[in-house]
């Protein structure tokens, strides 16, 4: 079953990464990007952002954040950035109304497709994300002890078993890890996403290959209003009425 969304005004989406801080503005087709690293803070990326979205028109914002959310406000500082992110008035800042949602969770949710489906974002880390009829989870499953005593998904797949083992060893692990997670989780398909994703030679049996551009799709669809998805139940109704 495939979600419906119903579009909303433009919408400023902020994706912000350990290398790079990306934007884009509903209806601009180029996106812009900026130098992050370790002294990009959070009242510093508000500050680049703003110059760099100069003649931009924009109602409200979202911010795809490289670490746990939780009601919309992140939990922990970045691992690979400055400090100042917790606690954070984004809103005040930007003086638009803004939602953050984990970076992971917002390219899963521009790379739904309807059911249930499960996103892992191969980059410095393990991102991951389950949608299932639409409602999206945010998910932490890079942290799940794997192998070795004291080792993670992470440690595997991320860019540290990239470095470690070789790009060879590197896939074989992330067709194992993909493979345990859809025994465990049960999704129908499996989008691997996330800078890594494009060093996958042959995708692992059902999988599909995502696009970093769709976390500029899931930052809009956080402002947009779902509607419920056609399934032939209306034209049933529909039928019964006229009897």
Same mark, same amino acid.
């Given at each position: 079953?495939?979600?419906?969304?119903?579009? +909303?005004?433009?919408?400023?989406?902020?994706?912000?990464?350990?290398?790079? /801080?990306?934007?884009? /503005?509903?209806?601009?087709?180029?996106?812009?990007? %900026?130098?992050?690293?370790?002294?990009? &803070?959070?009242?510093?990326?508000?500050?680049?952002?703003?110059?760099?979205?100069?003649? #931009?028109?924009?109602?409200? +914002?979202?911010?795809?954040?490289?670490?746990?959310?939780?009601?919309?406000?992140?939990?922990?500082?970045?691992?690979?950035?400055?400090?100042? #992110?917790?606690?954070?008035?984004?809103?005040?800042?930007?003086?638009?109304?803004?939602?953050?949602?984990?970076?992971?969770?917002?390219?899963?949710?521009?790379?739904?497709?309807?059911?249930?489906?499960?996103?892992?974002?191969?980059?410095?880390?393990?991102?991951?994300?389950?949608?299932?009829?639409? %409602?999206?989870?945010?998910?932490?499953?890079?942290?799940?002890?794997?192998?070795?005593?004291?080792?993670?998904?992470?440690?595997?797949?991320?860019?540290?078993?990239?470095?470690?083992?070789?790009?060879?060893? #590197?896939?074989?692990?992330?067709?194992?890890?993909?493979?345990?997670?859809?025994?465990?989780?049960?999704?129908?398909?499996?989008?691997?996403?996330?800078?890594?994703?494009?060093? %996958?030679?042959?995708?692992?049996?059902? &999988?599909?290959?995502?696009?970093?551009?769709?976390?500029?799709?899931?930052?809009?669809?956080? #402002?947009?209003?779902?509607?419920?998805?056609?399934?032939?139940?209306?034209?049933?109704?529909?039928?019964?009425?006229?009897?």
């Amino acid at each position: 079953m495939r979600a419906a969304f119903q579009k +909303v005004n433009r919408v400023l989406v902020i994706d912000v990464g350990g290398t790079h /801080v990306k934007v884009l /503005v509903t209806g601009q087709s180029e996106e812009r990007r %900026i130098p992050s690293g370790s002294k990009m &803070t959070a009242a510093k990326m508000v500050r680049d952002v703003k110059h760099l979205a100069k003649g #931009w028109q924009y109602d409200c +914002v979202s911010i795809g954040y490289p670490g746990p959310v939780i009601h919309g406000h992140p939990v922990h500082e970045p691992y690979n950035l400055g400090g100042g #992110w917790v606690g954070f008035n984004f809103g005040k800042a930007f003086d638009r109304p803004v939602k953050v949602i984990n970076d992971a969770a917002m390219q899963a949710l521009g790379s739904y497709q309807g059911g249930r489906m499960l996103f892992l974002g191969l980059g410095a880390g393990l991102g991951t994300a389950m949608i299932v009829d639409g %409602i999206l989870d945010p998910m932490e499953l890079a942290h799940l002890p794997y192998k070795e005593h004291g080792r993670t998904f992470e440690d595997y797949v991320g860019v540290r078993g990239l470095k470690r083992f070789g790009k060879k060893n #590197w896939r074989r692990s992330v067709a194992d890890v993909v493979e345990r997670l859809k025994k465990a989780l049960e999704p129908e398909c499996v989008v691997l996403g996330g800078g890594n994703a494009r060093l %996958i030679k042959d995708l692992p049996p059902g &999988t599909r290959m995502g696009d970093n551009r769709n976390a500029f799709v899931g930052s809009s669809r956080l #402002w947009e209003k779902k509607t419920k998805p056609f399934d032939g139940s209306e034209k049933k109704s529909a039928a019964k009425k006229r009897r």
